[in-house]
């Protein structure tokens, strides 16, 4: 199981950047997948997810409205499309199997992921 995300990039507040994540090993469709980040300082959070079952999509409150999860099947990838980027987005994004993927009226719950691959650096300027 190998996941590479990339995509990130310096971008000014209010720009957008589409991030992607190459699995291989296994079919992104089979799983939920979801999109972490983590912001120097503070501890890694859960963004968004997406579930394989119905393909129904969570978000975190934070970036309901901005962000947009989805999967090219054919290329076996995850994307997160970020648009009308704020400077509290900036952080290193990380994408994950994540079979806890939840939303509910506490927000969005996201985990117990397995393992982590590389992320991509997300960098929002004023």
């Known amino acids: 199981v190998q996941l590479q995300a990339s995509g990130g990039g310096l971008v000014q507040a209010g720009g957008s950047l589409r991030l992607s994540c190459a699995a291989s090993?296994?079919?992104?469709?089979?799983?939920?997948m979801g999109w972490f980040r983590q912001a120097p300082g503070e501890q890694r959070e859960g963004v968004s997810c997406i579930k394989s079952s119905e393909g129904a999509t969570y978000y975190d409150d934070s970036v309901k409205g901005r962000f947009t999860i989805f999967t090219d099947n054919a290329k076996n990838t995850l994307y997160l499309e970020m648009n009308n980027l704020k400077l509290e987005d900036t952080a290193v994004y990380y994408c994950?199997?994540?079979?806890?993927?939840?939303?509910?009226?506490?927000?969005?719950?996201?985990?117990?992921?397995?393992?982590w691959g590389k992320g991509t650096l997300v960098t929002v300027s004023s």
């Open positions: 090993g296994f079919k992104v469709d089979l799983y939920n």
């Open positions: 994950a199997r994540t079979p806890i993927c939840v939303y509910s009226e506490f927000g969005l719950f996201v985990g117990g992921v397995e393992s």
